[in-house]
């Protein structure tokens, strides 16, 4: 699976956008980008994942660079509660195995 | 929204004995995996189970440990003789076929002493 890149913290004010950048340089045609956090000491929690174009949820939108090399995931209105660290995974899909290789991620802490 | 639940949600033990961390997969997910992180480290894989087999296991799940589902809906971590370096948050992680996310539990401290 392709190594990642996170800058190990970044700070938000409450209501604007948090836009968190990912390197993947070395990502392969079928890797996709997988995000996820985790907010103190419980279970990682999924996010959104996309391939090439970009994705939106109820959560946030990735935003996938053309030579996919490198992405940005955006909170577009960020609370307090996703005070998390966020991790940026890439793997290929499907298969029995799967597993996910989580990195340091980014703190990211929202400021009131 | 179903959800991958994990008992108990605190394990104190002594060096030495077994335990057994438990799981309920979300149902209808047939993929399942065990992932730990000590205390400010990073979380890492342990082992995944599919088609009541380990189809991946990492250097960390040597002889010590083992994974069952012992009745088509739990899915259990037992460690057979724990150590102090055993001490750390372990989750479970569970995956349907449809989509390729894997919904992680609350975690199980486990404290051993």
């Known amino acids: 699976d392709a190594k990642t890149t996170q800058p190990t913290s970044m700070d938000c004010a409450e209501g604007r956008a948090a836009n968190l950048p990912c390197n993947h340089s070395t990502i392969s045609g079928n890797e996709y980008v997988y995000w996820y956090r985790q907010i103190h000491s419980q279970g990682p929690q999924y996010i959104i994942h996309g391939l090439k174009n970009n994705e939106t949820n109820e959560m946030a939108s990735l935003i996938i660079t053309e030579d996919r090399k490198s992405s940005t995931l955006i909170l577009p209105h960020a609370t307090l509660r996703d005070t998390a660290v966020y991790y940026c995974i890439v793997r290929v899909g499907g298969g029995a195995t799967n597993k996910l290789i989580f990195g340091t991620g980014t703190l990211l802490a929202v400021q009131p | 929204e179903p959800e991958v639940t994990q008992t108990p949600s605190h394990q104190v033990t002594q060096m030495g004995q077994e335990v057994i961390l438990r799981c309920v997969p979300i149902?209808?997910?047939?993929?399942f995996y065990w992932y730990r992180q000590i205390l400010g480290q990073k979380v890492e894989f342990l082992v995944s189970?599919?088609?009541?087999?380990?189809?991946?296991k990492s250097e960390i799940f040597d002889d010590q440990f083992s994974v069952e589902r012992p009745d088509g809906s739990n899915f259990t971590l037992k460690i057979r003789s724990t150590k102090l370096e055993d001490s750390a948050m372990y989750f479970c992680?569970?995956?349907?076929?449809?989509?390729?996310?894997?919904?992680f539990g609350a975690g199980t401290r486990l404290s051993v002493l």
């Open positions: 189970f599919y088609n009541n087999e380990i189809s991946e």
């Open positions: 992680a569970s995956r349907g076929l449809a989509k390729n996310i894997q919904y």
């Open positions: 149902s209808n997910h047939l993929y």
